[in-house]
């Protein structure tokens, strides 16, 4: 049986911006990546992984730095002509009724007013929105809105339909109802497009709607891994083969990369292994929440409590497994018996525990603490970290770096920092007279 045509092809595509100090930042790396007719394809990635600018690649709305983009064989030369897209922020014109937004791609080519008509209120219809056609944007529900933007797209009848997170900015029963109306109609014979490329950091959605999940790791974009989804729909979550294909795609999602040598982070440059962006407070409250369900977390459950996507728990993992509070194992958080005295001991002794769990484990506290113990008189300007870090970092990424690492050991009493001088010093418990003294000696 001949494979469906390609209607994308992505080959070795990289993608670089200049930053703010002349320096290049890259975010999309050797992408190389066929969509072809018939299937729904997933970009899944932690933020930074360049999931959106790979989407405005492939509508042509971005250009490549390198490498080619081509639409059936042809190199793009600006945009797709072959796709349309859904925005996360529903991008409708509120001084335009529903049936006027859903018209405006249709204008845009010219199409004839009657034609433009008819086509209108057949998209409007099928994505469930007919009697809403004079309605204005305001006088619509955000799940009314999106399906808006779905008819814009659909209209134009695309070969693509390209989706940037359009459920994120819903409620959940709202992203639940539109997810399974949207499978409804692409089960159907006549539904106007031929494949769907989804951008989402939501694991489950990419389970519950792709056909092909591609991993994107991060700094910069590039393919981690393709995961296919070879269950019949309308999918189960509580089946075992959809619960081990998400525990898949969380394991890709936290651990290392196939072949990948991460160094440990007590051995680690700060470089090899930056900071996780997140303050004491929130890593702290990540453990006492393991703690308080017996030491062992599923993190899909804690994110979904807390109403808050994965990816906004990422970070808080990665710095509690950093500072070995908490082990993970695809999407469960286990609690470390120094993790569980942290979090149950009185506050001075758990700022003791993470002093010392900082100054072995976060590597650039090390890295700080260690610099200033060796100079004069345990003082040393901020801008002299900076720019050691620019050479690994971005400016921007750079600057947050250091402030976390300030924030982590501020918090730890291992040093002080002057925001009106820059100048970063040993706490002085810890110095006297040239000697690293007290409770957190090396």
């Known amino acids: 049986m001949p494979r469906p045509e390609v209607l994308v092809a992505l080959e070795k595509v990289n993608k670089s911006f200049a930053g703010s ?6 975010v999309l790396d050797n992408i190389t990546l066929e969509l072809r007719a018939g299937e729904i394809v997933a970009l899944l990635g932690r933020s930074g992984s360049g999931k959106s600018t790979l989407l405005r690649t492939i509508a042509g709305l971005i250009g490549p730095t390198t490498g080619s983009v081509r ?27 529903v049936q006027d937004n859903v018209e405006l791609g249709l204008a845009a080519r010219n199409v004839p007013p009657a034609q433009r008509r008819e086509r209108a209120l057949k998209a409007i219809d099928m ?33 693509l339909l390209l989706m940037d997170e359009p459920f994120s900015a819903l409620d959940v029963l709202t992203a639940e109802n539109l997810r399974t109306e ?98 004491v407070g929130g890593l ?49 958080l286990h609690l470390t018996p120094v ?31 260690k610099a200033l113990a060796a100079s004069a008189d345990g003082s040393l300007r901020s801008a002299f970290f900076l720019d050691l870090l620019r050479r690994g970092f971005s400016p921007a990424d750079a600057q947050q770096q250091l402030d976390t690492a300030i924030d982590w050991g501020r918090y730890a009493e291992l040093f002080d920092y002057d925001t009106d001088t820059g100048q970063i010093t040993l706490d002085p418990a810890l110095w006297s007279g040239g000697v690293i003294v007290g409770r957190a000696s090396a």
């Open 21 to 26: 100090a002349g320096d290049e930042l890259r």
């Open 71 to 97: 639409y059936r064989g042809t190199e793009l030369n600006g945009a797709n002509p072959g796709t349309a897209m859904v925005f996360q922020t529903f991008a409708l014109m509120p001084w335009l009724t």
């Open 127 to 159: 994505i469930g929105l007919d009697g809403f056609e004079s309605a204005y944007p305001k006088e619509l529900s955000g799940g009314m809105r999106q399906r808006v933007g779905f008819a814009r797209a659909l209209v134009l009848e695309p070969d």
């Open 182 to 279: 949207l499978m409804s109609l692409w089960e159907q014979d006549d539904f106007p497009t031929k494949s769907i490329c989804l951008v989402t950091h939501n694991i489950e959605e990419a389970v519950l709607l792709a056909d092909r999940v591609l991993v994107l790791g991060a700094n910069p974009g590039h393919v981690r891994a393709e995961v296919l989804v070879e269950l019949a729909r309308p999918r189960d979550r509580k089946a075992p083969a959809f619960e081990s294909l998400v525990d898949r795609l969380y394991d890709l999602l936290t651990g290392r990369e196939p072949g990948e040598t991460v160094p440990e982070p007590t051995h680690a440059t700060p470089t090899a292994r930056p900071l996780p962006t997140v303050s």
């Open 284 to 332: 702290a409250g990540l453990v006492e929440i393991v703690y308080a369900r017996g030491g062992r977390a599923d993190l899909p459950d804690i994110a979904a409590e807390l109403s808050f996507e994965v990816d906004d728990l990422l970070p808080l993992v990665d710095a509690a497994a950093m500072l070995d509070f908490l082990v993970v194992a695809g999407g469960d």
């Open 339 to 369: 993790g569980e005295t942290f979090t149950t001991a009185d506050i001075q002794e758990s700022k003791k525990i993470f002093a010392e769990q900082a100054r072995d484990r976060a590597p650039l506290v090390r890295t700080i603490y």
